[in-house]
């Protein structure tokens, strides 16, 4: 993988890591990732000066299938937020995408990683699996984590994520990256927004907009950013790699919310950390 390619994940993975803080210290995190998510469809709007809209009829599904996922995403992730600590949820929901990117581009997308490729994406799993791990002694407190409603949302996300990131390997090759992810969120905030309405939770919209209104437009502004980054990469290099690559803001987000959410913090993470890193490169 190039070495310019390397960066534009690395800094990917810095800004979602920020972004995920965020949400997690959000008064409802479904309110905040709705404002987000608007707050990016203003910011962003000039996007689409650049449209052609010349794309085949297939590349419209595309967007509605991605779009429609990412509400699911979105879902699941402030599920896990609310009933779970970030420093074990995210790495769970970010830590079990590789492998579902590597299956789901193995089947649809035919690509095939070298021998390397899958030992580097099987190591990180490893490293992801060591970083819930308070000490050896206690080897299966992972596992037993699964069993809580927490860690199965945060599964359920992974599995999101692997999804829309197979499928936007697809979409990128119509639409360029900005506009390929604007149009995606601007499909997930219509599909989220008749919920507020129908449950009459409009109030809890109202609240956290009080709250949290700099954070939500923050961070809409930066979780394009970094995710078009993404795309960039994808274009250049096997989806597999680069959904592996962007799990280094697992431990940069877990080591956030062990030293300053107050999660608590253990020696093992320091060599999770090194596992990712050492693979991702």
């Given amino acids: 993988m190039p070495l310019t ?10 800004i979602h890591c920020g972004a995920h803080v965020a949400m997690k210290r959000a008064t409802d995190k479904l309110a905040f990732a709705w404002w987000e998510l608007l707050a990016i469809i203003v910011l962003y709007s000039p996007v689409l000066l650049t449209a052609k809209w010349d794309w085949p009829p297939t590349v419209w599904l595309i967007l509605v299938a991605s779009g429609l996922i990412e509400v699911g ?10 009933l779970g600590d970030l420093s074990v949820t995210y790495p769970l929901a970010r830590g079990s995408a590789p492998l579902f990117i590597a299956l789901w581009a193995a089947i649809f997308l035919r690509e095939r990683p070298s021998a390397l490729g899958y030992v580097g994406i099987v ?55 900005l506009l390929y992810i604007y149009l995606v969120l601007v499909v997930t905030w219509l599909a989220m927004t008749p919920g507020w309405w129908l449950t009459r939770r409009t109030n809890v919209l109202a609240t956290e907009w009080r709250i949290n209104k700099w954070s939500a437009m923050l961070t ?22 680069v959904g592996s690559i962007r799990e280094m803001s697992v431990v940069l987000t877990a080591w956030v919310g062990a030293t300053f959410l107050g999660e608590g913090r253990t020696g093992l993470r320091v060599t999770a950390s090194a596992l990712v890193a050492a693979e991702s490169c």
Wanted: glycine fraction near 6%; aromatic fraction near 10%.
């Fill in 73 to 82: 995403y979105f879902y699941a992730t402030s599920r896990a937020y609310t």
């Fill in 5 to 14: 390619t390397l960066a534009l994940l690395v800094c990917a993975a810095v």
């Fill in 123 to 177: 190591t990180i799993a490893a490293g992801l699996f060591l970083v819930n791990l308070p000490s050896v002694a206690d080897i299966t407190r992972p596992l037993r984590a699964i069993a809580l409603p927490a860690s199965r949302w945060a599964l359920l996300a992974g599995l999101c994520t692997s999804a829309y990131t197979t499928i936007d390997k697809v979409g990128v090759r119509f639409i360029p990256p």
């Fill in 220 to 241: 809409g502004l930066a979780v394009v950013g970094a995710y078009t980054l993404v795309l960039i990469a994808m274009q250049r290099s096997p989806v597999s790699y």
